[in-house]
């Protein structure tokens, strides 16, 4: 109900701070919009480093602890790297194609940063990955090389010998954890203001001709959501796993749904547990492990949505981006997709960190902030969607994958 609610306040605020925006033009209204927009950057920005520390490091305790970790730990990671890689591809492809915000005067050109676009060489994207001070790089929000810290801070606590030290590590982390995700939704509730305020200062500053270009900017994430939900995966899905991808939609369908309405894979992941297992019938071994890992690690759907939004931002501010500058949006996006957590509009939070890698400005997200809540529905359940069709190819694998039963499965159990 209040999941509702805040969606229904976020879109009355899109709504109210267009108009406002229009309306009170050059009045004091626009400034306290404007002061609203800009404290809630400024609480994004404030989860961002403890969020990303506790989330990757948690998620990396689940892959250390499970008892096949070897062997379908990596050929899982592998597949949701490769995966992911393949969405990221999709939307970057669609919106260099389509460019949505080029040539778009959204009112600010003056706040475009001097960045230097001379072609970086694709080995200093690696090289500026790996932090030579940790402090310094989260200090300096530098979340690159935090991430990569992080996955060996989690592999390191993985290797140590099962002790009461260790297990209170994990509780400590997984608990700060829980935390953050708390805080995350206490700014969350900021979140109506925070759009009105980004609404009325835009629609202000250019007029309604600011919603042309965010309608073709959320049309090339539908559609990128869609080449990879209804082309990329049912291709693998009939080829490698040799399924009909229709009946495994429906076996999934309740999960799924569950992941557009509530905007949160980790609120769907026990009904997708319960799909893959009863419906699609996936042994628990192989599901237990590789779906909630997926929940953690695996967004197709927000890794795609980040590069679209990033390289939409960077037309918007008439920046352009060079080959090794996408490059560095792919791989970012990847990993700010793995440290996405679980919860609404956490893609967007993460979303800075490949926006400070490229050199865009952090207020970039303002831009893609209206239409968010409904691209956040979509891209959830993609995620899901994703996570499910791995499982299902792993299953298929490890040759534990029961027969389906002709026609529709039963879903009586799983919509209790
Ligand atoms: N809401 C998404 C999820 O739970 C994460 C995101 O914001 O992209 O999967």
Same mark, same amino acid.
């Given at each position: 109900m209040k999941k509702h609610t805040? *969606?229904? %306040?976020?879109?009355?605020a899109v709504v109210v701070g267009a108009l406002s925006g229009v309306a009170f033009k050059g009045?004091?209204?626009?400034?306290?919009a404007v002061f609203a927009a800009e404290i809630f950057t400024r609480m994004l920005q404030m989860i961002i480093v403890p969020l990303v520390f506790t989330s990757i490091v948690s998620g990396m305790f689940g892959v250390g602890t499970a008892e096949n970790l070897g062997r379908l730990g990596i050929k899982t990671l592998l597949y949701y790297a490769c995966t992911t890689t393949l969405a990221i591809t999709t939307g970057m492809i669609l919106v260099n194609l389509i460019q949505p915000g080029v040539g778009v005067d959204l009112g600010l050109a003056v706040e475009a940063p001097e960045i230097s676009t001379e072609p970086g060489g694709l080995l200093d994207v690696f090289r500026r990955m790996i932090p030579t001070n940790i402090i310094a790089a989260a200090a300096e929000g530098e979340m690159l090389p935090i991430i990569i810290f992080c996955v060996f801070f989690g592999i390191g606590i993985?290797?140590?010998?099962?002790?009461?030290? /260790?297990?209170? %590590?994990?509780? &400590?982390? *997984?608990?700060?954890?829980? &935390?953050?995700?708390? &805080?995350?939704?206490?700014?969350? $509730?900021?979140?109506? #203001?925070?759009?009105?305020?980004?609404?009325?200062? #835009?629609?202000?500053?250019?007029g309604f001709s600011a919603l042309v270009p965010l309608? /073709?900017?959320?049309?090339?994430?539908? $559609?990128? $959501?869609? #080449?990879?939900?209804?082309?990329?995966?049912?291709?693998?899905l009939f080829?490698?796993? /040799?399924?009909?991808?229709?009946?495994?939609?429906?076996?999934?369908s309740a999960s799924l749904l569950t992941a557009f309405s509530t905007a949160?894979?980790?609120?769907?992941?026990?009904?997708?547990?319960?799909?893959?297992?009863?419906?699609? /019938?996936?042994?628990n071994r192989i599901s237990s492990f590789v779906i909630p890992l997926g929940a953690t690690v695996n967004m197709d759907g927000t890794a795609l949505y980040q590069g679209v939004a990033v390289l939409?931002?960077?037309?918007?501010?008439?920046?352009?981006?060079?080959?090794?500058?996408?490059? *560095?949006i792919l791989i970012t996006a990847l990993l700010a997709s793995v440290g *996405?957590?679980?919860?609404?509009?956490?893609?967007?939070?993460?979303?800075?960190?490949? $926006?400070?890698?490229?050199?865009?400005?952090?207020?970039? &997200?303002?831009?893609?902030?209206?239409?968010?809540r409904v691209l956040d529905m979509l891209r959830t359940m993609i995620n899901v969607w994703g996570d499910s069709c791995g499982t299902l190819l792993i299953g298929k694998w490890e040759g534990e994958v029961g027969e389906w039963a002709e026609g529709v499965p039963t879903t009586a159990r799983v919509s209790e």
């Open positions: 805040l *969606t229904l %306040l976020i879109l009355a009045t004091v209204v626009i400034g306290v993985a290797q140590l010998p099962p002790s009461s030290s /260790r297990e209170t %590590l994990e509780n &400590v982390i *997984t608990g700060a954890f829980h &935390v953050m995700m708390r &805080v995350t939704h206490i700014v969350f $509730l900021f979140a109506p #203001i925070g759009i009105w305020g980004y609404l009325a200062k #835009i629609m202000a500053e250019t309608g /073709r900017y959320a049309l090339t994430v539908v $559609l990128g $959501l869609g #080449i990879h939900a209804c082309v990329t995966m049912p291709l693998i080829f490698l796993a /040799r399924v009909n991808p229709l009946t495994f939609a429906k076996h999934m949160s894979s980790s609120v769907a992941l026990p009904l997708t547990l319960e799909c893959i297992e009863s419906n699609a /019938r996936v042994s939409f931002i960077a037309q918007a501010y008439g920046i352009p981006m060079n080959f090794a500058s996408q490059f *560095t *996405t957590a679980a919860v609404p509009m956490a893609g967007l939070v993460m979303m800075s960190i490949i $926006l400070k890698a490229v050199g865009l400005p952090l207020e970039g &997200v303002g831009l893609v902030l209206a239409v968010d």
